[in-house]
């Protein structure tokens, strides 16, 4: 069993081995900050030609379109990270989460179906077994359709969120984690020491990447449909 002791000093480790990462981490960000210019402008045009009625449309194909980008770029970030300093790194999953919840499961699919092709393709460069192949790919499952309930569960639309929808969202991806974390115990067959170890660092260390990125997209996203509706109704 664990004891107090151990458990802090799981959880420390963790926290050391992300804190040392993290420019790593915020070269994600870096990326997704570019990617979104550039796509905002083409989108920003878009609405001052479109009718006002299509707005809600063209931001979804935005948002998909941004997410799909994520995932690539996700994918070659983790590779280069993985083949030159062996650190693993890869958010795809958050991006397929977002997909589920922002635009629901009929229009987040490409999405989910880019990630599943980026991850089988990042298993098998790496060399992993055919168990780490399918708990992988059951991850993407799990994630974009838990995004996608969460997307009929919530009843305002993007341009409304307030602090308590982020926070729903963003406890719900704590939650898809976990379930995750259970998975993987069942299929590959560990023990539980190894599931916990695995739980704990889904609950403390992950959030601190996952989650900013997660807040970031809402805002970002949030901020440009609001700024399309007021170009509309000028």
């Known amino acids: 069993m664990y004891s107090f ?11 050391h081995v992300l804190l040392q990462h993290f420019p790593f981490v915020l070269m994600h960000f870096a990326a997704l900050i570019l990617a979104w210019r550039c796509l905002r402008h ?37 590779l280069a990270l993985f083949y030159s300093l062996r650190i693993t790194l890869y958010l795809a999953n958050d991006y397929v989460y977002m997909a589920g919840v922002l635009i629901g499961w009929r229009r987040g699919w490409p999405v989910m179906l880019v990630a599943i092709l980026c991850t089988a393709f990042r298993a098998f460069l790496l060399g992993n077994d055919l168990i780490w192949l399918a708990y992988v790919l059951l991850d993407v499952l799990i994630y974009y ?8 569960m919530l009843y305002v639309g993007l341009e409304d969120f307030s602090w308590y929808e982020i926070l729903f969202i963003c406890v719900n991806k704590i939650m898809v ?32 990447v996952s989650l900013p990125v997660i807040i970031f997209l ?15 109704y000028r």
Request: with cysteine.
């Open 5 to 15: 002791a151990d458990i802090f000093s799981t959880m420390g480790y963790h926290l």
């Open 42 to 78: 083409r989108y920003m045009q878009c609405c001052q030609q479109i009718p006002c009625m299509r707005c809600a449309e063209r931001t979804q194909q935005y948002q998909q379109y941004l997410l799909m980008v994520m995932v690539l770029i996700s994918l070659l970030l983790s």
């Open 145 to 152: 359709l838990i995004g996608s309930v969460l997307h009929r």
């Open 177 to 208: 984690s976990i379930i995750s974390a259970a998975c993987w115990v069942l299929l590959m067959q560990d023990s539980w020491f190894a599931g916990f170890n695995i739980l704990l660092f889904r609950l403390i260390a992950w959030p601190l």
């Open 218 to 232: 809402l805002l970002i996203f949030r901020g440009d449909y609001r700024q399309c509706r007021t170009r509309c």
